[in-house]
């Protein structure tokens, strides 16, 4: 029986065939085509799943990731850890899931660049979501917004000194990782003591309104199979 392509497992396997030639190539145009060639997948299907070419690719990459976080954190028992630790264990998972840091290396460098800065940061925001969202977070308000900001620029330093670590299984990162989350907590202690204040209350709540208007928003799950419908019209 002929094997059906879909969307989804096109979109996988141009992905699968990319990543042998991201160290050497980058996430860029060359790395495309040739996964296109190596993957056997249609140009034309291809390129309407990966319309930027590269940076499609890198999205496509780092949002695999996150997905692959959830699934671990959610067939984990996280309810005997502190909640800090289980914070650390979200990002440290993360990480450990990527099979070479070349990957992440090439997709800094990509993100670093103005015109592709602000999609960076939305991935970063969107990793963020995820863990706070696999650790049971329903907030609506303004901790909504505070919270995913401090555990981004936590995730993105740890990042940056991660591909730079070279010690044994990583234990400079995980320090550093806990150092980060210790600020974390002290500033979390201070926004519980202004909650208890008056004065303090109405600071806090004052720019929700104004966050409101900045949530991020989020790319539909249907995406690829609209892509295929168009594709298919021609």
């Known amino acids: 029986m ?45 390129r309407a799943l990966f319309p930027r070419g590269g940076i499609d690719l890198a999205v496509a990459f780092h949002k695999d990731g996150d ?5 671990t954190l959610a067939a984990t028992d996280l309810s005997q850890m502190r909640f800090r630790d289980r914070i650390a264990f979200a990002i440290r998972t993360r990480l450990d899931l990527v099979d070479d840091r070349e990957l992440v290396r090439r997709g800094t460098t990509l993100f670093a ?14 990793t963020a979501d995820a863990i706070w969202t696999a650790l049971g977070d329903t907030t609506r308000d303004l901790n909504w917004y505070s919270k ?6 936590v995730y993105g330093s740890t990042v940056l000194y ?12 995980w320090d550093f990782l806990d150092r980060r989350i210790a600020d974390v907590m002290q500033i979390e202690s201070l ?44």
């Open 113 to 126: 660049l103005p015109q592709h800065a602000p999609e960076g940061a939305r991935l970063i925001w969107g």
């Open 191 to 234: 926004k519980a003591k202004l909650r208890e204040n008056p004065l303090g209350k109405a600071i806090l709540a004052g720019p929700a309104k104004v966050m409101e208007k900045w949530r991020v928003p989020t790319v539909p799950d249907d995406l690829p199979g609209k892509m295929m419908d168009r594709f298919r019209q021609g």
């Open 2 to 46: 002929e094997h059906q392509t879909t969307p989804e497992n096109a979109r996988d396997a141009v992905l699968s065939a990319a990543l042998p030639h991201v160290p050497f190539d980058g996430w860029s145009e060359t790395t495309l085509r040739a996964a296109i060639t190596d993957s056997g997948v249609a140009e034309g299907l291809a």
């Open 67 to 71: 997905a692959r976080m959830r699934d």
């Open 148 to 153: 995913r900001a401090t555990l981004s620029a």
């Open 162 to 173: 991660w591909l730079g670590d070279d010690s044994l299984g990583h234990q400079a990162t």
